[in-house]
Every structure is written in structure tokens, then in C-alpha cells.
């Protein structure tokens, strides 16, 4: 007998495209965004959309500056994002790489600005776990896909370093 269960609602299970897609997804996004020069790829978030960013970290292993395109919305002055990985099973690196080294740069459409980031716990989880269930209300069913709790992630703004020249 054929399956004659929509894609999306699979045993229960939400749909997410082949993991080969997903990274082409990704490929094609950071292409884009280097190809205009930034015009493209990066967006506001709004009511109802998330916007996109660019995170800038440095690498825990080779110190080198490493890139990421990301979802987020803003709380107050802070940017929250969450470490998914495209609802993989892993971490995703640029996570590691703000456990180590918690400074870093975003680019939104207005600009540039550094911020340094910490997992939300507790309250502020919760606060903002609930707050990104207005953009995906599947957003549990996803995350149960993955085997450990997906970090929400707060960029809050930093100063800029003091000039030592």
C-alpha cells in the first residue's frame, strides 16, 4: 500500500529536507551574501519574520575569523539566535567557537556592531524559547529531533575596545 501521509507530518515527526539540501541551502546563502557584497541575504526581523544576520567568531581550534549566516530577533538592545545546526544531531561550530571565545561581530542591515554571547537559562530561556514560538509554532517538534536542548543564544551588545594607540 502506498504511504498517503503528508511529508510534513511523517510519525509524528516534523519534515526537514535532506541534510545534503540543507548544506547546499547554506552554500548557496554565504555565495550569495559575498557575491553582492552584503546587499544581499541579510533582512530585519519583523512581526512574524525572523530576520537574518551575520555572525563573525573566532575559530576555538585555528583562531581564525569564521562566518554564519543566522535567524534571530531582537529583545531590547539584544539579538537572539538559536544553536541548531539545521536541526542536525551536533552542535553547530560557531557555537563551539562563542563557548570559547564569547566576543564577537554581527552584521545586520544597519551596520556592524560586536557583542558577546551567553546561553539564556532559566527564566530568560524560557522567555525567549516562548518568544520564538511566534515565529515557528513547530519549533518543539523540531527540537525534539535533536538529542540534546537547543541553546538559545544571546548576542548582547559589547563596547567597542578602547584605541591603545
Do not use: C
Amino acid at each position: 500500500m502506498e504511504d498517503t501521509m503528508p511529508l510534513k507530518q511523517k510519525a509524528g515527526r516534523p519534515w526537514l529536507p535532506p541534510r545534503w539540501f540543507i548544506r547546499f541551502a547554506w552554500t548557496f546563502h554565504r555565495t550569495l551574501y559575498r557575491a553582492s557584497g552584503g546587499r544581499l541575504g541579510l533582512r530585519r526581523p519583523r512581526p512574524g519574520r525572523w530576520g537574518m544576520l551575520r555572525l563573525t567568531t573566532v575559530g576555538r581550534r585555528t583562531g581564525r575569523q569564521r562566518g554564519v549566516i543566522l535567524a534571530y530577533f531582537e529583545d531590547g538592545g539584544d539579538l537572539v539566535t538559536l544553536a541548531m545546526n539545521g536541526w542536525g544531531k551536533s552542535e553547530p561550530a560557531w557555537w563551539l567557537n562563542l563557548r570559547d571565545h564569547p566576543d564577537a561581530a554581527v552584521q545586520v542591515t544597519d551596520g556592524r556592531r560586536l557583542v558577546r554571547a551567553h546561553a539564556a537559562a532559566g527564566d530568560e530561556r524560557s522567555r525567549l524559547w516562548a518568544r520564538w514560538h511566534e515565529y515557528d509554532p513547530e519549533l518543539d517538534a523540531y527540537a525534539a529531533l535533536r538529542p540534546t536542548e537547543t541553546a538559545v543564544v544571546v548576542l548582547a551588545p559589547r563596547p567597542e575596545a578602547p584605541d591603545k594607540s
